[in-house]
């Protein structure tokens, strides 16, 4: 796989030539154009996730192509397990130039530039190849640029996969079942709004407390991946997950704006091609986790509930007043999403 994406990055950059003067990320014989730095510049990437998480694995494949792409110009440091920045701060942290780079979700990142929200609206999605077209196309592309005014530059769209509930005390079959319940969300105002829309209680809390809040009661449930459900063992105090597939959440490489200016324009543009690889490998490496992640919890004794369509149809119902409020004047980009085929 590194091989396949060393020559593919290497057959992207010939694309880019004539443009700049740039032969390749994975290209060990990457030229230099005449602005660019002999000192070798290293930058900090933070990612919430542990070492074998697919976002980590990926960053870290990130970091080895770019130090190939500038022959040792670039140096990124990878940090997981949130040891420089949780996720509700990592985004704040990249757009004053503390953090280089992270993977960040929607959700903490539409805190700092409002205009994504409408990408996390619950149910936007029919399913995921939905999404990756909507994403990779016209409209992705569009809004990698929306945080650039904020001082981030978006780079690559990952994989985040569905989120669905999760919780200690029953199953969720129904709307019903959602009353009452205490469920941890991100530090995000549309998914309060989402858990409240549905009849459960919101608890913003950073993703790391939330084994502790589970064990101590805190807490009833959570909503989030398969992954992060088994990653984290959350799966030990929530037995209960029901596939209701509220939000398609993508997650996007980003980096300071002051961090890219440093670059030279060669460097830019590696750091750029890179970032979209690495983005292709963590895709793939999501799907395996995906599968292997929902057979370990299974094994474990999870319940896994999946809604009647009439029931869903409820879901869907309940959430529609957060369109009004979240996507006022933008109906018409909720239709073109909707559109993509």
Not at 97 to 118: F, H, I, M, N, Y
Not at 226 to 239: L, T
Not at 244 to 271: A, F, G, Y
Not at 287 to 297: D, G, P, Y
Request: glycine letters at 6%.
């Amino acid at each position: 796989m590194f091989t396949k994406t060393k020559k593919l990055i290497a057959a992207l950059s010939l694309a880019v030539m004539g443009a700049i003067s740039f032969t390749g990320c994975g290209n060990e014989r990457a030229v230099q154009d005449e602005d660019t730095k002999s000192d070798t510049i290293v930058l900090r990437y933070s990612e919430i996730q542990v070492q074998d998480y697919p976002t980590t694995i990926a960053a870290k494949k990130f970091a080895e192509l770019v130090n190939d792409g500038t022959q040792g110009r670039v140096v990124i440091d990878i940090y997981d397990n949130a040891k420089i920045a949780t996720e509700d701060q990592v985004a704040k942290d990249v757009k004053f130039g503390r953090v280089d780079l992270t993977r960040v979700s929607l959700s903490a990142l539409s805190e700092v530039t409002k205009e994504l929200e409408v990408l996390q609206l619950p149910y936007l999605y029919r399913d995921s190849e939905h999404m990756w077209k909507v994403l990779d196309g016209d409209i992705g592309k569009e809004f990698l640029t929306k945080m650039d005014k904020d001082g981030i530059i978006g780079l690559a769209w990952n994989d985040g996969g569905s989120r669905n509930f999760y919780n200690s005390k029953h199953e969720i079959k129904s709307l019903e079942d959602m009353k009452g319940l205490k469920i941890r969300v991100q530090e995000s105002l549309l998914m309060e709004d989402l858990v409240k829309a549905l009849g459960a209680d919101p608890i913003p809390m950073p993703y790391g407390e939330i084994p502790e809040a589970l064990k101590a009661g805190k807490l009833d449930g959570a909503e989030n991946s398969w992954p992060s459900y088994e990653s984290q063992n959350h799966y030990k105090y929530a037995k209960y997950y029901t596939l209701d597939e509220h939000s398609r959440i993508p997650e996007i490489m980003i980096i300071s704006k002051r961090t890219l200016d440093r670059l030279s324009p060669t460097d830019q543009q590696v750091i750029r091609m890179c970032a979209i690889e690495a983005a292709k490998y963590e895709r793939q490496l999501w799907a395996e986790r995906e599968t292997a992640s929902k057979k370990k919890v299974v094994d474990a004794g999870t319940v896994v509930t999946e809604l009647s369509e009439a029931e869903k149809a409820k879901f869907v119902e309940a959430v529609q007043p957060i369109y009004q409020k979240y996507a006022a004047g933008q109906m018409e980009l909720v239709k073109r999403i909707r559109d993509v085929k």
